[in-house]
């Protein structure tokens, strides 16, 4: 791969970044103050909507979608995506700010990509334009869910309308005032092939029998105001037109969904990684003890340097996924993005517990974003996957590569 940003990628990062210095990092504290006070749990932040409007305006925008759709996106590659998210990630509450946030942007993409002109009119044209949110509902709680397979809810024609029932968790983002639609994955058809059983269908989060049964939280955060809900599905019903692609055509479409949304998620790691480096480093050279500033015994320059190497070895593997998904397609990149997927939050998590350690005090307190950061950095060894079924489909696929059967 070519490592040169092309000059369109170059100038949304000068212009992005310069947009994060003067309207972004400023607000910062001030964000923070309100979302973490309990008196705001599932409450908006006031000043989030005029840097949307402020962002839009610059054309920092719904800069995910990596093919134009009408003049709402700008058709970044991935690769050209990939250091924005990075710019954006070094905050846990920016992506929004430019429409860019999951799982807005995996909802976004399966509406673009496998939605009726019928539902991107309602739902996709309002998520784009970030005038509501979203919300994805896969996981369940009584069943392993790494095994989609497994998800049970079920989802039965009657008529002119689908009736669905079932329990649902870790839904993310349907705590926020604003998600108004969710995207539910149940089984159509139990009788069928194991991947053909589940379907996707689009359900308001109005509808009656949607209950929220109450808000997780994650180490203690509960990540207001988008949150992750526990929901129970009793016996709502939504139009059959409703159902996305087909009856039976659920893994189909979760594995578009999910091919660039694992790697926006690696994208963000590493700016939560690269901006604990910049911590680390600026705190060690702020602080003396024993006699001499923190940076100068020889075990913290050694955590410090070990931490840029391996920011840097995921950042690259995450740009080589990239440009493999801009080049030959999701599938021909799944290898790839299973690598990034492994390497990139357990980088995240040992960069930021280093940084941790080297902040003392500070850096388990909640002075400092490296806290919450290593609790999102946690839940991304388990969400969209855990390690081990990545590990386990690149095992197969690597010895398959490297072995053949003698006489196959
Ligand atoms: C913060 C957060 C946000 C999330 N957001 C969403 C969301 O918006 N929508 C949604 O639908 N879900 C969401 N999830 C759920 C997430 O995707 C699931 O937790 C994940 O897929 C694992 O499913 P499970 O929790 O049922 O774990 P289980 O399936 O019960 O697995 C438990 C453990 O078993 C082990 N295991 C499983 N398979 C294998 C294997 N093949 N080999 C070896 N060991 C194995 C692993 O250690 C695994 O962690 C979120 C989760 C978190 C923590």
């Given at each position: 791969m070519n490592f040169d940003y092309s000059d369109k990628a170059k100038s949304y990062q000068e212009k992005l970044n310069a947009f994060m210095a003067t309207e972004?990092?400023?607000?910062?504290?001030?964000?923070?103050?309100?979302?973490?006070?309990?008196d705001n749990n599932w409450k908006r932040w006031p000043k989030l909507e005029m840097l949307k409007e402020k962002?839009?305006?610059?054309?920092?925008?719904?800069?995910?979608?990596?093919?134009?759709?009408?003049?709402?996106?700008p058709g970044l590659t991935n690769l050209e995506y990939a250091p924005l998210a990075e710019i954006m990630g070094r905050l846990l509450w920016a992506s929004e700010i430019f429409n860019c946030s999951p799982p807005d942007t995996g909802n976004m993409e399966v509406l673009a990509k496998y939605g009726t002109p019928a539902h991107q009119e309602k739902w996709?044209?309002?998520?784009?334009?970030g005038e509501i949110r979203s919300a994805f509902l896969m996981t369940e709680p009584n069943v392993a869910s790494s095994d989609a397979t497994n998800v049970s809810t079920s989802i039965k024609l009657d008529g002119d309308e689908y009736v669905i029932n079932g329990h649902k968790w870790w839904s993310s983002g349907a705590m926020d005032p604003h998600c108004k639609i969710a995207i539910v994955m149940g089984k159509t058809n139990p009788e069928e092939h194991r991947h053909q059983q589940q379907s996707m269908i689009l359900v308001p989060m109005d509808t009656p029998g949607l209950k929220i049964v109450r808000p997780l939280s994650v180490f203690g955060y509960n990540d207001s105001p988008e949150g992750h809900a526990e929901i129970i599905l009793d016996n709502v019903r939504v139009p059959k037109e409703n159902l996305l692609l087909g009856e039976g055509r659920g893994f189909e479409i979760a594995q578009g969904r999910l091919g660039p949304g694992r790697i926006h998620h690696c994208m963000r790691l590493i700016g939560m990684a690269q901006r604990s480096l910049e911590l680390m480093s600026a705190r060690s050279s702020e602080r003396v003890a024993f006699g001499r500033a923190i940076r100068d015994f020889s075990s913290v320059r050694q955590e410090i340097a070990y931490s840029r190497c391996e920011v840097e070895q995921a950042r690259l593997l995450t740009l080589s996924a990239a440009d493999k998904m801009d080049k030959f397609g999701n599938k021909a990149a799944k290898d790839l993005i299973a690598m990034i997927k492994i390497v990139a939050p357990n980088m995240a998590l040992k960069v930021i517990d280093r940084a941790i350690q080297i902040h003392g005090?500070?850096?388990v307190s909640g002075d400092t974003p490296l806290a919450h950061f290593y609790a999102a950095a946690r839940t991304l060894r388990l969400a969209d996957g855990p390690d081990e079924?990545?590990?386990?489909?690149l095992g197969k696929s690597t010895i398959g590569k490297y072995y053949k059967e003698p006489n196959s």
């Amino acid at each position: 791969m070519n490592f040169d940003y092309s000059d369109k990628a170059k100038s949304y990062q000068e212009k992005l970044n310069a947009f994060m210095a003067t309207e972004v990092y400023p607000l910062e504290k001030e964000h923070n103050e309100f979302a973490y006070h309990p008196d705001n749990n599932w409450k908006r932040w006031p000043k989030l909507e005029m840097l949307k409007e402020k962002a839009k305006a610059a054309g920092l925008w719904n800069l995910f979608l990596p093919k134009a759709y009408g003049d709402l996106s700008p058709g970044l590659t991935n690769l050209e995506y990939a250091p924005l998210a990075e710019i954006m990630g070094r905050l846990l509450w920016a992506s929004e700010i430019f429409n860019c946030s999951p799982p807005d942007t995996g909802n976004m993409e399966v509406l673009a990509k496998y939605g009726t002109p019928a539902h991107q009119e309602k739902w996709l044209k309002p998520l784009m334009n970030g005038e509501i949110r979203s919300a994805f509902l896969m996981t369940e709680p009584n069943v392993a869910s790494s095994d989609a397979t497994n998800v049970s809810t079920s989802i039965k024609l009657d008529g002119d309308e689908y009736v669905i029932n079932g329990h649902k968790w870790w839904s993310s983002g349907a705590m926020d005032p604003h998600c108004k639609i969710a995207i539910v994955m149940g089984k159509t058809n139990p009788e069928e092939h194991r991947h053909q059983q589940q379907s996707m269908i689009l359900v308001p989060m109005d509808t009656p029998g949607l209950k929220i049964v109450r808000p997780l939280s994650v180490f203690g955060y509960n990540d207001s105001p988008e949150g992750h809900a526990e929901i129970i599905l009793d016996n709502v019903r939504v139009p059959k037109e409703n159902l996305l692609l087909g009856e039976g055509r659920g893994f189909e479409i979760a594995q578009g969904r999910l091919g660039p949304g694992r790697i926006h998620h690696c994208m963000r790691l590493i700016g939560m990684a690269q901006r604990s480096l910049e911590l680390m480093s600026a705190r060690s050279s702020e602080r003396v003890a024993f006699g001499r500033a923190i940076r100068d015994f020889s075990s913290v320059r050694q955590e410090i340097a070990y931490s840029r190497c391996e920011v840097e070895q995921a950042r690259l593997l995450t740009l080589s996924a990239a440009d493999k998904m801009d080049k030959f397609g999701n599938k021909a990149a799944k290898d790839l993005i299973a690598m990034i997927k492994i390497v990139a939050p357990n980088m995240a998590l040992k960069v930021i517990d280093r940084a941790i350690q080297i902040h003392g005090g500070k850096g388990v307190s909640g002075d400092t974003p490296l806290a919450h950061f290593y609790a999102a950095a946690r839940t991304l060894r388990l969400a969209d996957g855990p390690d081990e079924v990545h590990l386990y489909q690149l095992g197969k696929s690597t010895i398959g590569k490297y072995y053949k059967e003698p006489n196959s």
